[in-house]
């Protein structure tokens, strides 16, 4: 079998174990799937998969990652700098630094970011997603003031809701001239 054919590995089996974050990447791996698999570690475990460098798909949601370990130094893995989509939506993901943390690295080819429905606390950095067009940070409990988000001009589907944000939404969202959903 020609292995280079093999551009995708979806894992669809039923309550993986919990060290499946510990996968060895092959150079050609660019899509997992392990949502509702029951996953239970910390979502800084993630960072394990940065030897996974064409990476574009990641999906973990519905699964009981959970605490944001905040002793962690280093950022989410630069190895995944190609990853289009991060879906991590759904888990038991707590702490005041998640979001600080998954962008710590730029993320140049990132167009869709779910972090929808955890437990994630604070304040949100200034946030720059020049090719996003999905963020979906809602039913969090995030309380700050209204994120600026620069270099916005993809953004399509902007969700923040649930939250306690205040301050100029206007002046926060005015580079964002796709907007379609807020």
């Given at each position: ?76 893995p630069a190895g995944l700098s190609s990853l289009h ?98």
């Amino acid at each position: 079998m020609d292995s280079s054919s093999v551009a995708n590995f979806l894992l669809g089996i039923q309550i993986l174990e919990s060290h499946v974050l510990k996968l060895t990447c092959i150079g050609f791996l660019n899509y997992i799937e392990l949502a509702k698999n029951g996953i239970s570690r910390p979502v800084t475990d993630i960072s394990s998969l940065g030897v996974c460098s064409g990476l574009v798909f990641l999906n973990l949601s519905e699964n009981f990652m959970d605490s944001f370990v905040e002793e962690t130094t280093r950022g989410f893995p630069a190895g995944l700098s190609s990853l289009h989509v991060l879906d991590i939506s759904y888990n038991n993901i707590s702490g005041q630094n998640v979001v600080s943390w998954l962008l710590l690295n730029e993320f140049a080819e990132l167009q869709h970011l779910s972090l929808k429905g955890n437990k994630v606390a604070g304040s949100l950095p200034k946030l720059n997603f020049k090719n996003s067009m999905y963020l979906d940070l809602s039913t969090n409990n995030f309380s700050s003031d209204f994120p600026r988000i620069d270099d916005c001009l993809k953004l399509q589907h902007l969700d923040l809701s649930s939250k306690k944000f205040f301050g100029d939404v206007g002046h926060s969202l005015s580079s964002c001239g796709e907007l379609s959903f807020l």
